[in-house]
T-cell receptor
Framework: AQKITQTQPGMFVQEKEAVTLDCTYD???????LFWYKQPSSGEMIFLIY??????QNATEGRYSLNFQKARKSANLVISASQLGDSAMYFC?????????????FGKGITLSVRP | GAGVSQTPSNKVTEKGKYVELRCDPI?????LYWYRQSLGQGPEFLIY????????DSGLPNDRFFAVRPEGSVSTLKIQRTERGDSAVYLC?????????????FGPGTRLTVT
């Protein structure tokens, strides 16, 4: 079984600064995928970034990067140059082997507030 | 192109009533997923379709919950004899079913309130 742990309390960051959102996971699978989603107050889940367990380089997508440390089973999201629109809930999720034939397992999420 | 759409956006019903929640996936996506999100929690898996068939329904909480996807596109989640504990946001997602990332695209959700 897969488990995602997000334990940070609400996070605050000053506009234009960088912030790291923590995610640890537990799985016995060797092949898996890790995702981060953003959920603003409107409720829609917005895909941000993906990291495959066999990817040798950390994933990056614009201002988002994923600090993947496989041995520590962590997949932290780094947001650079925070913007007011980054204020939202952020969820880390895992996809086990099977890809599209599998379900996402989500963590409880972290609330990020960006201060002007 | 159009994203995943869900209707209604909000549904208020009385305990014991029957409800249907609809999901219209992205055109061409063969895989469709239903999740349920309770307040302050991450989404939890309910059921997954590949084409018309339910490939995994292990997340459905009990036999009051049922979902169909008769033509491999639109899906309907059906809840019989609703209970107050069914109140949550029901999220639908779709994906191509192939590809390197298997990214799931989510709809805006249906907020169900059982009074």
């Amino acid at each position: 079984a897969q488990k995602i742990t997000q334990t940070q309390p609400g996070m605050f960051v000053q506009e234009k600064e960088a912030v790291t959102l923590d995610c640890t996971y537990d799985t016995s699978d060797q092949s898996y995928g890790l995702f981060w989603y953003k959920q603003p107050s409107s409720g829609e889940m917005i895909f941000l970034i993906y990291q495959g367990s066999y990817d040798e380089q950390n994933a990056t997508e614009g201002r988002y990067s994923l600090n993947f440390q496989k041995a520590r089973k962590s997949a932290n999201l780094v947001i650079s140059a925070s913007q007011l629109g980054d204020s939202a809930m952020y969820f880390c999720a895992m996809l086990p082997p099977g890809g599209a034939n599998s379900k996402l397992t989500f963590g409880k999420g972290i609330t990020l507030s960006v201060r002007p | 192109g159009a994203g995943v759409s869900q209707t209604p956006s909000n549904k208020v019903t009385e305990k014991g009533k029957y409800v249907e929640l609809r999901c219209d996936p992205i055109s061409g996506h063969t895989a469709l997923y239903w999740y349920r999100q309770s307040l302050g929690q991450g989404p939890e898996f309910l059921i997954y379709f590949q084409g018309t068939g339910a490939a995994d329904d292990s997340g459905l909480p009990n036999d009051r919950f049922f979902a169909v996807r008769p033509e491999g596109s639109v899906s309907t989640l059906k809840i019989q004899r609703t209970e107050r504990g069914d109140s949550a946001v029901y999220l639908c997602a779709s994906s191509y079913g192939t590809g390197p990332t298997y990214e799931q695209y989510f709809g805006p959700g249906t907020r169900l309130t059982v009074t």
